[in-house]
């Protein structure tokens, strides 16, 4: 309560000594202006009575002149015409004593102008002179008087009326003075308001170099982390994406670029995903993911539509600590080596299984085929008839011919043991496309490519393009045609060999079956070669496609990993 007195104390003196500096004021300029007017009336005064002094000396000069007498009286009028062009009169009139109407020099007037009166023997006299300029004299010195009265009545009322506005800013000052530092009883309010204004400077200088000193820590902390941020995210051998909250492309990475074919991604900053990426699954499960602000850990998907190509994609959305959606970052990787490798030993296990039941079968179909081989021959040796005789001869060819398939079976159950040595894959592809044709001249052999070198079992492989040759030859000869063409090509890149025939072809839709045992179109056909060929293949890190269309051919390719140098 006594601080708030205090102020309400301070802020009347403040007031009074703004009403007494006005007031003063106020009344020096009332004192300054009556002056002025007081001495441009004194001005007035004085050129009034110099001009009526003026008008005076020359009524009596003009008097003077016409006291003497003249030889005839017609020549009066001639005379006042005389006197009014030697002297400023404006009009002169002469009442005869004798009577009769007055001799008028000049236009005698009754306003504005001054008129004296003189007598002469001959009679009176009257002198009008022209009074408009003192009289226009006096009326601007009036409405002077009047304006400066006015204006200066206007400005005390509106002077005295925007006091509080005046007053109001610097009561601000003060209270806004109180709340940095309490003013001593001995200190004036101004020097207290300057010294706190002075205060106030300082301080704020002083912490806007404590603001200064804080940027530039922090901004070399900021450029440390985006160096930092920068650095990791040039290291991570994920691809690596980030998003702002409006779904544009922030910045990504090399593996990034690398993973989804981007040659340069510079372009790309200030995108959206779409604009940037295509319209892939890639791009449409990262759109979704930061729209909806929904985390994906290892979602599987194809950047390019139609291409065998699997990436993992994981996405974070970020948030501020108020809970605000900043972005989201995406890392992702290409799993398609890894999911070659799991169907590459998804086959190697199916072809495991299919070659322990194949074993177990094949085993004891050869026992109980030797069995009947040696019943069938012991038969044979006895003396019969002819058409038994045929019978157990067709019967002891049927079991050599099952006989042998079931070795085929236990050759493709056993392991296979490798022995591995640099050699020519396309070399030897032609030197056994040319044995199995020797017999066959109608079929052309053409081998295009550069030589393709192997790191490999040369038995095991050799056997594994035979037998792939052997089926392209027989399903010429299916095709029933006089001739055919059997194509082998090679390439470097990677390592592959391609044997392509015009034979009776291959539904594409069942590809993939002819890869697995027992599965044969060919008549007497066991479904063994190429499943065999797939198993070689696949022990050596490759891999075998075939593709074609019924009656058009089919292409056999058989892709192996590059050679370590």
């Not at 110099?50 to 003497?68: G, I, K, M, Y």
């Not at 492309?249 to 995903?273: K, P």
């Not at 996405?315 to 992702?332: E, K, N, Q, R």
Request: charged residues 20%; proline residues 5%.
């Amino acid at each position: 309560m006594v601080r708030d007195r205090l102020t309400h104390l301070t802020k009347l003196g403040f007031r009074r000594d703004i009403k007494l500096f006005l007031a003063a004021l106020v009344g020096f300029l009332v004192v300054l202006i009556l002056s002025l007017l007081m001495v441009q009336q004194t001005t007035l005064l004085e050129l009034q009575s110099n001009q009526w002094s003026r008008w005076e000396l020359v009524a009596d000069l003009a008097t003077r002149e016409l006291r003497a007498p003249l030889p005839h009286p017609s020549d009066v009028a001639s005379q006042l015409t005389y006197i009014r062009s030697r002297y400023p009169i404006s009009a002169i009139s002469l009442q005869p004593r004798a009577g009769g109407p007055p001799i008028v020099s000049g236009s005698l007037a009754t306003d504005g102008h001054h008129v004296l009166l003189r007598q002469i023997p001959r009679g009176a006299l009257r002198f009008e002179f022209d009074a408009s300029p003192l009289i226009a004299s006096q009326k601007r010195f009036y409405a002077t008087t009047a304006i400066v009265f006015v204006s200066t009545l206007l400005g005390s009322i509106l002077l005295f009326l925007y006091l509080p506005k005046i007053v109001r800013p610097i009561e601000q000052l003060l209270d806004e003075a109180r709340e940095v530092g309490e003013r001593g009883a001995e200190t004036d309010e101004t020097e207290y308001i300057i010294n706190t204004f002075r205060t106030t400077i300082a301080t704020l200088k002083r912490q806007e170099l404590e603001l200064q000193e804080l940027h530039v820590r922090e901004k070399s902390r900021a450029d440390d982390l985006e160096r930092i941020t920068a650095t990791l995210t040039r290291s991570l051998t994920s691809g690596f994406i980030a998003v702002d909250a409006a779904g544009l492309i922030v910045d990504l990475n090399r593996s990034a670029r690398e993973i989804l074919n981007i040659a340069d991604s510079s372009h790309l900053t200030g995108l959206t995903v779409p604009e940037s990426l295509g319209d892939s699954s890639f791009a449409t499960a990262l759109t979704a993911s930061a729209t909806t602000r929904t985390p994906l850990t290892r979602y599987e998907v194809s950047h390019h539509p139609g291409s065998e190509s699997v990436i993992g994609l994981t996405t974070v959305p970020l948030t501020s600590a108020d809970g605000a959606f900043l972005g989201m970052i995406a890392l992702f990787a290409d799993l398609s080596p890894s999911k070659k490798l799991e169907a590459r030993l998804q086959q190697m296990q199916t072809l495991a299984d299919l070659g322990e039941i194949s074993a177990g079968i094949a085993h004891e179909f050869r026992n109980s085929l030797s069995t009947i081989l040696g019943y069938l021959k012991l038969a044979g040796r006895q003396p019969m008839e002819p058409t038994a005789a045929s019978r157990i001869r067709s019967a002891e060819e049927e079991a050599t011919l099952l006989s042998a398939a079931v070795e085929r079976f236990l050759n493709f159950a056993s392991p296979l043991s490798m022995t591995e040595q640099r050699f020519d894959l396309a070399a030897e592809a032609t030197a056994i496309a040319l044995r199995l044709t020797k017999e066959r001249p109608e079929i052309q052999i053409l081998s295009v490519g550069p030589a393709v070198e192997i790191d490999g079992d040369a038995v095991l492989l050799s056997r594994a393009v035979e037998n792939v040759l052997r089926n392209s030859i027989q399903a010429i000869e299916q095709k029933g045609n006089s001739g055919g063409t059997l194509r082998i090509v090679s390439s470097t890149s990677p390592p592959a060999l391609e044997v392509h025939d015009d034979g009776i072809g291959l539904d594409p839709r069942q590809a993939g079956r002819y890869l697995l045992p027992f599965q044969s179109d060919r008549p007497g056909g066991f479904g063994l070669g190429l499943s065999l060929t797939n198993k070689i293949v696949l022990m050596h890190g490759g891999s075998l496609k075939l593709e074609g269309a019924p009656g058009t051919g089919a292409c056999v390719r058989m892709e192996f990993p590059p050679l370590e140098r």
